[in-house]
């Protein structure tokens, strides 16, 4: 029975969609104008992982995720850039999808975005029926909504309005009936792109895109919605008051919320520089690196980035590798009644974990399991044949998480080397050469790769 952890309930509820087989699933997108950041690439791998999971259950996923492209940072950046917004907005879209598909992140069903004529006929409609039933009113050109007028409004973040601080993306100023309240509709400064409407010419606030490129997209009601905890106030509580109050129905079942990725212990900001792009990590990364990174923790937990933890990453995959390697020369055969079981009891183990909140690393654990039993029945003896169910396991499960394990380029090379360097070893022991031996074992470690030996011989598997 799978299990997920509702932001809005606090507690671990069994999922339940309200199509029975069918997930709506909406996933907030970035505001596209910058470089995306390693920040960006774990909301996005946490929500590709939950996806993903949701198909090998059997369930048929519409996945939406947006692009916001009309918003206060783009307008500003084209300003300093001297090109047009859309312009700027359309080149990081681009860039931003071919970052997904290097990180193997399925493409979503739909990509909406703010400025689209579908999106906006739904915001524009939004916004009058919020103002019909008095939950919006015009003010100076802008449109607000009357936060007090929403008896839950706090629900999703827990904060009582009194002591509310609303966010810097939200207006301010002295037309408004209460501070606390935020703008559905700005009006059109200077050179900035605008859109007619009865209020006068003007442009969407951020909230109201997201929940009508939802509306269009999935309908009223939705089974989840993600997205970093760092939108659950303002930006995801103003969708649900928005949403519900135009709607009057329940906005979405399960609200997923991933934690914020550090560096070095530190939460990463634009403000204080420490970001690292997607293309800076992928230019000395293969993209399963950051996907290992993600699967190793709990995504509802802060996930830190640092040197260890991407070397730590790294040797993960190594040893995931290692699983698929074929037997060897000398292979004839050997006993598998363990291999079998542990191939036998791996897939239920995984499912299991995975049920609880998508705990990856649970999953992993036993993954990892399954290739040490891999491993040593290779080491004694165990032929192709034999190894093939248990790996074909393997690659079903690491699959199902988004893994692609490739190896690079030259790597059989390398394998090849290592196993010359093992048969120089081993004649280096027979001839009692210790301190030989041992320091091309030490060398290996430091490499990752752990070698083995026994009275059979000796045997290498990555670390």
Known sequence: MLRLYNTQTRKKEEFKTIEPGKVRMYVCGPTVYDNAHVGHAMSALVFDIVRRYLLYRGYEVKYVMNFTDVDDKIIDRANQKGIDPFELAEGYIQAYKEHLKDLNVLPATVNPRATETKTMQQILAMIEGLIDKGYAYPAGG??????????????????????????????????????????????????????????????????IECSAMCLHELGESIDIHGGGNDLIFPHHENEIAQSESFTGKPFVRYWMHNGMLQLSGEKMSKSIGNLVTIQEFLDDHEGDVMRMLVL????????????????????????????????????????????????????????????????????????????????????????????????????????????????????????????????????????????????????????????????????????
């Open 142 to 207: 802008d449109v607000y909504f009357r936060v007090h007028k929403d008896e839950d409004y706090g629900k999703l973040s827990g904060r009582k309005l009194e002591e509310m601080q609303m966010g810097a993306r939200i207006a301010t100023g002295d037309i408004k009936e209460n501070d606390s309240d935020f703008a559905v509709w700005k009006g059109a400064k200077e050179g900035e792109p605008a859109w007619e409407t009865p209020w006068g010419k003007g442009r969407p606030g951020w909230h």
């Open 296 to 463: 190793n923790g709990n995504y509802r937990s802060p996930l830190a980035f640092t040197d260890e933890s991407i070397s730590a990453a790294e040797n993960a995959l190594k040893r995931l590798k290692s699983g698929f390697r074929p037997a060897t020369a000398s292979a004839q055969g050997a006993e598998t009644e363990v291999l079998n079981a542990k191939t036998a009891e791996t897939r239920d183990a995984f499912i299991q974990a995975m049920d609880d909140d998508i705990n990856t690393a649970g999953a992993m654990g036993h993954i990892f399991e399954l290739v040490r039993a891999i491993n040593t029945a290779r080491d004694e003896g165990a032929t192709d044949d034999q190894l093939r169910p248990a790996q074909n396991t393997l690659r079903e499960l690491t699959g199902v998480l988004g893994l692609e394990l490739k190896e690079k380029e030259g790597s059989g090379d390398a394998d090849k080397f290592i196993d010359l360097l093992l048969e120089v070893r081993s004649e280096a022991r027979a001839q009692k050469q210790w301190a030989l031996s041992d320091l091309i074992r030490d060398k290996l470690k430091e490499l990752g790769v752990l070698v083995e030996d026994s009275k059979e011989g000796s045997s290498w598997r990555w670390e």
